[in-house]
């Protein structure tokens, strides 16, 4: 079955070469000649890679490569580092970089391209970080940029593999139950393979993105450090012809032959020096095939001398004659692709392979192209990207094998079975990766940029949702200090979480909303509005709710917080509801173990608002921004007044009375039109309301009372009967002034008395019926719970039974130092009246304290000859 088109992998085995330059091999006759010359450009083009590693700055798309203590890599972020400042404001950009991407691509059908740009990002900051590492060369350099390089990666692994997931695989469903044709090439066979089988092209993908992460280990010179343009073993070349000539010859015998077999056959060494060329030349070249670079690594044969190792490294080639097929039309014959004795060729690289003869890298060699996978794990001890590579390189080479030998119309030399016991699922290889002796490699199995990557490769997102929530959840279980999942692990694994939402492989929303959470949790201390209110927005409303609160009660500033408000309606929040939630919050906070500290150290003056009451108090702020929410502004500042009043803190009541706008009941009135379309909350809200208000002109008008009382104009002192004329007239002067003040003073006393005395009324005598007391309204508003309406009667009373009896006692000193005795026994008739029910509300210490005061008064109208209640006496 064919697919939508020929799937072709970047370097698959269906890779044709390319041709290569001739080098010129020059001329060693010249005995006193051991110059080494390149020429500038021919310099550049052998050492730009090596070059480039030494300093870190590397050319390739990925910065990956071995990993050392990569659980501490991955476990936490190290931007914090006292060295790190410059790192870690350029890092933070990723935050901002992350938003502006996703607002840009809106479209589900540029998910792919959003993967792209955040690909982008990441390695534009990653570079910028690198140069400035280059240029400090400190002593961290090597371990601090690390988790972004691992980012990096795992986002281009994750775009290879669900773009073909997404799109190859999702258009044509039945690609995978084509049946290849028989008698085809090994070329058309393998190509038609990968086109249907999507398990295999899905491991080609993942050896083509470890290939492009590989990063050059510095073990050693490169071969462009130490030669020259040459032929293949020049000492032992030289050594052979010019043996007359040496004075002193090598210590050891060598071979007597130059052809590439000589060694294994004489079972004698090369020159000293041409050995160690040997072993550095096998290390480039496979460096060059675990980097892909098969054609760069045949130039590096070639550019040697040794042009032998270049043709084998050609002999893995698949075989395709294009004549078989356009013999009719073709006027020339074509060139051969391919090895026709591959199976010959491949045994014999298994033998090499196996052989213990040869070195460890030329083994390697031999084994990348033959499926021989303990040569491969001999090399990678300590890498989990290395080993990975390995086994995939056997498995691809495993199933094409398979393919070919089933499919082509040939006879092939059979192979050991200890190539088809290779054999393994992706699962296996994760499972002995997790298992390896090495700890550094188990620890990069076990860490989680490992286990984010293994997920995606298994594409088992359930259970990598599973893994990131049990992180999240462990993580809150720990200190700050100790956390593990930095706040760029958890950008990173919320917008893999988005894209997987955004693509349809999220099963469990729950999970999926609990990460997305942790991650806004996260961006709070940050205080970046638009971030917060845009991923919040990805939450269900509940939690966009909590968190967006949570997020408010952080901001202080007026101009901040209208900000905020701002974002939350671009993103779509619903503001109302948030504003309500935030305000309630903080409303019903208790003063923690700090705050009572402080109150402690800090005692507060006559008229002063602690920091925690000014913080619930400014909390009210939030429902001042809409108008809407005037009425919300009421019942939350009559609830937030009810506490203070309970616990005699008259200063912050004025503030709250302060914080609402003076024009919040002509923006309910103008919502609901009348009076008689308030609901039963606003309407009960705006009689309490008016309550306090009047409550506080008459605690106010008490105060400037009894200031003005308490400031009576001092008599001035007579002088003596012996003073001179001089001082009698000043004596007489301050008598005057004395006077005039004195009756500035009754005048402005008397006046304030009356005030005074018409606002403390105004408490007792409230309209309807009596202050705090709900006009006929339902018992129980649709809109609130009936527990919370019923706490709030129970406040209600508690506040009428303080403050009604202070008020009452307060009036009553008022009038009798205004010596109003009969206006203050009849204080009684207004407490006793079945009107208002206001002896209700006192306590038989409360009533018996009242009557005491009342009984003064009475004994003063009995002194002016007056009855008890204030009338003449009449006999």
Not at 69 to 84: F, G, K, N, V
Not at 738 to 750: H, I, P
Not at 822 to 841: F, H, M, P, T, W
């Amino acid at each position: 079955m064919s697919g939508t088109g020929t799937f072709v992998p970047k370097r698959g085995l269906i890779n044709t070469r390319t041709p290569q330059r001739g080098i010129d091999h020059g001329d060693i006759t010249d005995s006193h000649n051991f110059s080494i010359s390149l020429l500038p450009g021919e310099l550049q083009r052998m050492l730009d890679n090596s070059q480039l590693n030494a300093s870190g700055l590397l050319s390739s798309s990925f910065h990956g490569g071995a990993i050392a203590d990569t659980a501490s890599i991955c476990e936490r972020s190290l931007i914090d580092h006292p060295q790190m400042d410059g790192f870690k404001e350029k890092a933070n950009m990723l935050f901002p970089q992350f938003l502006e991407i996703l607002q840009a691509r809106t479209n589900d059908s540029e998910v792919f391209d959003t993967i792209q740009d955040l690909i982008h990002t990441c390695s534009a900051v990653l570079d910028d970080c690198l140069k400035d590492v280059h240029k400090r060369t400190d002593n961290i350099k090597n371990s601090k940029a690390e988790w972004l390089d691992l980012e990096c990666k795992t986002w281009k692994l994750l775009y290879a593999l669900y773009k073909d997931r997404i799109l190859l695989q999702s258009n044509d469903p039945g690609m995978d139950c084509d049946i290849p044709s028989l008698g085809g090439s090994e070329k058309e066979i393998i190509a038609q393979l990968y086109n249907c089988n999507s398990t295999l092209r899905e491991y080609q993908l993942i050896i083509d993105w470890l290939e492009a992460c590989y990063e050059k280990k510095m073990t050693g010179p490169q071969v462009g450090h130490t030669t020259d343009r040459t032929v293949a073993w020049e000492n032992t070349l030289f050594q052979l012809k010019k043996q007359q000539q040496i004075a002193f010859g090598s210590g050891a015998e060598i071979v007597k032959s130059l052809d590439p077999d000589a060694p294994n056959r004489e079972k004698k060494p090369l020159h000293a020096l041409d050995e160690e060329d040997n072993m550095r030349l096998s290390r480039c070249i496979f460096e060059e095939i675990r980097q892909g670079r098969i054609d760069e690594a045949m130039s590096l044969c070639k550019y040697c001398g040794q042009t032998w190792r270049a043709a084998i490294l050609e002999g893995w080639r698949l075989h395709e004659d294009p004549n078989y097929e356009n013999y009719g039309n073709a006027r020339e014959k074509q060139p051969i692709e391919g090895n026709p004795r591959r199976d010959i060729w491949k045994k014999c690289a298994w033998m090499m392979a196996n052989s213990k003869k040869f070195d460890e890298y030329t083994r390697a060699i031999a084994g990348a192209f033959c499926g021989h996978l303990e040569s491969l794990k001999a090399l990678f001890s300590n890498s989990w990207e290395d080993l990975l590579w390995a086994y995939l390189k056997v498995q691809v080479d495993i199933r094409v094998e398979s393919e070919i030998r089933a499919n082509c119309m040939k006879t092939y030399h059979a192979m050991p079975e200890e190539y088809w016991n290779s054999k393994m699922s992706l699962e296996q290889i994760f499972d002995e990766l997790l298992v390896h002796n090495d700890a550094a490699l188990r620890d990069f199995a076990q860490s989680k940029i490992g286990i984010i990557q293994k997920f995606l490769i298994l594409d088992n997102i359930p259970e990598l949702l599973q893994q990131i929530r049990r992180w999240i959840e462990d993580d809150k279980l720990l200190d700050n200090k100790d956390s593990v999942v930095s706040s760029h692990m958890l950008r990173f694994l919320t917008h893999i979480v988005l894209f997987m939402r955004q693509i349809g492989r999220v099963d469990k929303e729950e999970i999926a909303d609990r990460i997305i959470a942790a991650y806004v949790e996260s961006l709070i201390p940050m205080k970046d509005a638009q971030l917060v209110a845009f991923y919040t927005a990805a939450l269900p409303g509940k939690t966009q709710v909590t968190l967006y609160s949570k997020f408010l009660e952080t901001i202080k500033e007026t101009n901040c917080r209208q900000s905020a408000l701002e974002e939350a309606m671009g993103a779509g929040l619903d503001i109302e509801n948030i504003t309500r939630y935030t305000v309630e919050t903080i409303r019903q906070k208790e003063p923690t173990d700090m705050d009572l500290q402080q109150m402690q150290d800090e005692p507060l003056q006559h008229g002063d608002i602690s920091k925690f009451d000014e913080y619930k108090i400014k909390s009210l702020e939030w429902l001042t921004f809409l108008p809407s929410q005037r009425g919300e502004l009421l019942w939350q500042g009559n609830a937030m007044i009810r506490c203070f009043l309970a616990e005699n803190k008259l200063e912050c009541v004025r503030a709250v009375y302060d914080i609402i706008p003076q024009d919040s009941l002509s923006h309910i009135v103008n919502i609901y039109g009348s009076k008689d379309n308030f609901p039963c909350r606003e309407d009960c809200s705006i009689k309490e309301y008016l309550g306090y208000k009047v409550y506080l002109a008459a605690i106010d008008s008490f105060n400037e009372w009894s200031r003005l009382y308490h400031n009576r104009p001092k008599e001035p002192q007579l002088v003596n009967a012996g003073a001179n004329f001089t001082e009698r007239m000043a004596s007489e002067h301050k008598e005057q002034v004395y006077r005039a003040e004195l009756n500035r003073w009754n005048v402005s006393l008397e006046e304030q008395a009356k005030l005074c005395r018409d606002s403390l009324f105004n408490v007792l005598l409230f309209p309807e019926k009596g202050w705090l007391i709900d006009p006929d309204t339902p018992k129980d508003p649709a809109d609130i719970s009936p527990l919370i309406w019923e706490n709030r009667q129970i406040q209600l009373d508690k506040i009428r039974s303080i403050c009604i009896p202070e008020i009452t006692l307060l009036l009553h000193k008022v009038l009798h130092l205004s010596e109003d005795y009969q206006g203050c026994v009849k204080l009684a008739d207004e407490i006793a009246s079945e009107n208002r029910e206001l002896y209700k509300v006192y306590t038989k210490h409360k009533l018996a304290e009242l009557l005491s005061k009342l009984a003064e008064s009475s004994l003063e109208l009995l002194n002016k000859k007056l009855d008890p209640w204030g009338f003449p006496v009449t006999v």
